[in-house]
């Protein structure tokens, strides 16, 4: 598994604690902070599985 994907997943948790956090202290700015946590989380983890995929790829190529 691509280092990626783990801190993605990372990201994509902090932004959702930071978001609901936001919403229970009604702070739109922590809200829209975490939703963009959440964001680059996915980004960084549709990054990760692209690299697994290509690595599988290569190791299937090579067998």
Not at 10 to 27: M, P, Q
């Amino acid at each position: 598994m691509d280092k990626d994907r783990i801190k993605g997943a990372a990201k994509d948790a902090a932004g959702k604690v930071k978001e609901t956090t936001g919403k229970v202290l009604n702070n739109p700015q922590m809200q829209a902070e975490g939703m963009a946590k959440q964001a680059e989380g996915k980004m960084q983890n549709a990054a990760g599985k692209m690299k697994d995929a290509a690595r599988d790829a290569i190791r299937k190529q090579q067998s």
